[in-house]
């Protein structure tokens, strides 16, 4: 698998290419918030095996993409994913995002309708699925505190890694998975050592990890979910659009139950507004799909992608 660098927007873009000589149907894939490209790498073998053209990079403030200060609203990604697109000469792409990434797919997809660069399909994968402000009883107040992320900023790897452990989780992530998942922080082996002020100043037996996307960009960017209008993006969209939605294994607490209904209520509106959806529901993961669930998901994104393929021919065929 192969792992470069391009110049986008004077940025430093980290990005893999499973098969750079592929000229299979291009799909560009987008990490969710605080994430990285890595999360890909159970997935896109599995479309490349079927002739598609799979790619994948870190988002600004992510992985090891650089992460310089200034805006972090959905317009800077998008025109990220436009650089990108253009500099791989990926023409007519199929846009797959999770999580977060599937509202920046969204914009993208929303703002390029048409023309080369215009994604020929859009997956979305657990994202951009319901309006926050829908609930009532929300506010940027409770969404910011919330979703904010726990203070993980120096923790001890090997306690990370204990938590990741622990068997009282839903999932419990393998060796790969783990490594993936490691791959959304910088670990330092010499971290001034905090717990103990008085000793060495150095860890002298592990290192401790911190987060890739810092925490002030991290809210910059829960503010720009919480104010972006995802009905009206639906509204602009003319591709074929999949959504992959996740149901956790129960039994759910009361705060995960008010969540899927909101989730339930959005997919519904979907399905009065877009006008090429299909809806595909994934059982008992816990949402990050492409870790969780990489088989199934790469089957159900496999399978849209060829449809929508005969589709087009079919189409073709008749004018």
Not at 59 to 85: I, M, N, V
Not at 171 to 188: H, K, M, V, Y
Request: proline share 8%.
């Amino acid at each position: 698998m192969p792992s470069s660098y391009l110049l986008l927007n004077n940025l430093r873009v980290h990005y893999l290419h499973w098969d750079p000589k592929s000229d299979g149907q291009p799909v560009v894939m987008l990490h969710g918030l605080a994430s990285n490209t890595r999360i890909w790498e159970l997935v896109a073998p599995l479309l490349l095996k079927h002739g598609l053209n799979p790619l994948a990079y870190d988002q600004r403030g992510h992985g090891l993409t650089d992460k310089p200060d200034g805006d972090y609203g959905f317009e800077t990604f998008s025109r990220d994913l436009a650089a990108f697109l253009d500099a791989c000469n990926l023409e007519r792409p199929v846009l797959v995002g999770h999580s977060w990434g599937a509202w920046v797919a969204l914009e993208y997809a929303a703002r390029h309708s048409a023309g080369p660069l215009a994604p020929s399909a859009l997956v979305m994968v657990d994202g951009a699925m319901h309006q926050w402000r829908d609930d009532p009883n929300a506010t940027w107040g409770t969404i910011s505190q919330r979703l904010k992320p726990p203070p993980l900023a120096g923790m001890r790897l090997s306690v990370f890694l204990e938590h990741l452990r622990n068997p009282q989780r839903q999932w419990i992530p393998d060796e790969q998975a783990t490594s993936i998942i490691l791959g959304n922080f910088e670990i330092r082996e010499d971290a001034l050592d905090v717990d103990n002020p008085n000793g060495s100043g150095k860890d002298e037996d592990e290192g401790r990890i911190y987060p890739n996307l810092s925490l002030e960009h991290h809210m910059q960017i829960l503010r720009a979910m919480w104010d972006f209008d995802i009905y009206q993006h639906y509204r602009r969209l003319r591709c074929p659009v999949l959504m992959v939605p996740a149901i956790q294994p129960g039994p759910l607490s009361q705060q995960d139950e008010t969540y899927l209904a909101s989730k339930r209520k959005g997919v519904a509106a979907a399905q009065q507004i877009i006008e090429d959806l299909s809806i595909v529901w994934m059982p008992d993961t816990i949402h990050d799909i492409p870790l969780q669930k990489p088989v199934e998901l790469g089957e159900v994104v496999v399978s849209f992608i060829e449809r929508n393929a005969q589709d087009t021919k079919g189409r073709s065929a008749r004018v």
